[in-house]
């Protein structure tokens, strides 16, 4: 599979991922809906920013902006386990939203490798 299409699929992806997110962020206890629910859209939202602009940008800028977007998610796992331990959504959700964000992280990784070592080579 090409990097070019394995960018490209990350749009849908993440798009069918946000939005269960969003849906499931507004079950939340009203508290956290407003404390830990802002922080996990602002990080879903900045990454959904930078998957867009990894799609328009140089090779050898795309290395950058491929690791933000795995910190991203590497943020967001946690903050779906903390929503987990509390209580805040069930385990039947949570399996389904670390199987979405468990699909991104493969892409990422896939391109993580592609542009790590091609990013070596024309050091």
């Known amino acids: 599979m ?4 394995k ?7 993440s798009e069918k991922y946000i939005q269960y ?3 499931t962020i507004m079950k939340l206890p009203r508290t956290e809906k407003y404390s830990i629910g802002n922080e996990y859209k602002k990080s879903m939202y900045k990454m959904l ?4 602009i990894l ?14 977007i795995d910190a991203q998610l590497n943020a967001q ?14 385990q039947k959700k949570f399996n389904y939203i670390i199987e979405m964000i468990y699909e991104l992280g493969k892409i ?8 790590g070592k091609n990013n070596k080579k024309s050091v």
Do not use: H, Q
Request: positive net charge; glycine residues 6%; without cysteine.
């Open 7 to 13: 960018e490209l699929m990350l749009i849908p992806k």
């Open 55 to 68: 799609s328009k940008i140089l090779d050898t800028e795309r290395l950058n902006y491929i690791n933000k």
């Open 108 to 115: 990422i990784g896939g391109l993580l490798k592609y542009y």
């Open 21 to 23: 997110m969003i849906e």
């Open 77 to 90: 796992r946690i903050l779906l386990r903390i929503m987990y331990k509390n209580k805040w959504i069930d």
């Open 49 to 52: 920013e930078n998957i867009l």
């Open 2 to 5: 090409g990097e070019t299409k």
